[in-house]
T-cell receptor, first 117, second 112 residues
Framework: AQSVTQLGSHVSVSEGALVLLRCNYS??????LFWYVQYPNQGLQLLLK??????LVKGINGFEAEFKKSETSFHLTKPSAHMSDAAEYFC???????????????FGKGTLLTVNP | GAGVSQSPRYKVAKRGQDVALRCDPI?????LFWYQQALGQGPEFLTY????????KSGLPSDRFFAERPEGSVSTLKIQRTQQEDSAVYLC??????????FGPGTRLTVL
């Protein structure tokens, strides 16, 4: 079974400061890893995904994440926070078995990011 | 092009009522997923379709939950005899096979 742990349900940063959102996963097979962002009353929007190519993945809005197999981590970072980054962020995992529902996503509980002026 | 749409966006039901939630996937997307997101939690998988075939319904919490996709496009999630614990946001996502899942805005269900 797969699982995702997001450390810190709430992270608060100042505008311009580094953003670091932590995600650790558990998977018995090579994983696909994802970060999604959710703005209030909206669905989930994909920020970036790791699919076994480069371990450093660049996404939209200046976010990036690094896959570290030895640490089973996939932390999300952004060098300089902007007010518009305030949202809830979800880390998710699926496995790389071919086809069908093996691509269902298992999500963490989410991290709410607030950005202070 | 249009994204995934869901209707209604908000639904209030009295306990015991039946509800039907609709998902219109992106045109041409073969796979469709339903997730349930309780307040303060991450989404949890409910069920998965490939075209009209329901290949995985392991996440449906009880036999009161039923999903269908009869023509391989629009899908409906039905909840019979709603209970307060069914209150959640229900998210639909569609994708080409093994591709990125694109999510709709969700339906917020409140059971009184």
């Amino acid at each position: 079974a797969q699982s995702v742990t997001q450390l810190g349900s709430h992270v608060s940063v100042s505008e311009g400061a580094l953003v670091l959102l932590r995600c650790n996963y558990s998977s018995s097979v090579p994983p696909y890893l994802f970060w999604y962002v959710q703005y209030p009353n909206q669905g989930l929007q994909l920020l970036l995904k790791y699919t076994s190519a480069a371990t450093l993945v660049k996404g939209i809005n200046g976010f990036e994440a690094e896959f570290k197999k030895s640490e089973t981590s996939f932390h999300l970072t952004k060098p300089s926070a902007h007010m518009s980054d305030a949202a809830e962020y979800f880390c998710a995992v699926s496995d790389q078995n071919s086809g069908g529902s093996n691509y269902k996503l298992t999500f963490g509980k989410g991290t709410l990011l607030t950005v202070n002026p | 092009g249009a994204g995934v749409s869901q209707s209604p966006r908000y639904k209030v039901a009295k306990r015991g009522q039946d509800v039907a939630l609709r998902c219109d996937p992106i045109s041409g997307h073969v796979s469709l997923f339903w997730y349930q997101q309780a307040l303060g939690q991450g989404p949890e998988f409910l069920t998965y379709f490939q075209n009209e075939a329901q290949l995985d319904k392991s996440g449906l919490p009880s036999d009161r939950f039923f999903a269908e996709r009869p023509e391989g496009s629009v899908s409906t999630l039905k909840i019979q005899r709603t209970q307060q614990e069914d209150s959640a946001v229900y998210l639909c996502a569609s994708t080409i096979v093994s591709g990125t899942q694109y999510f709709g805005p969700g339906t917020r269900l409140t059971v009184l």
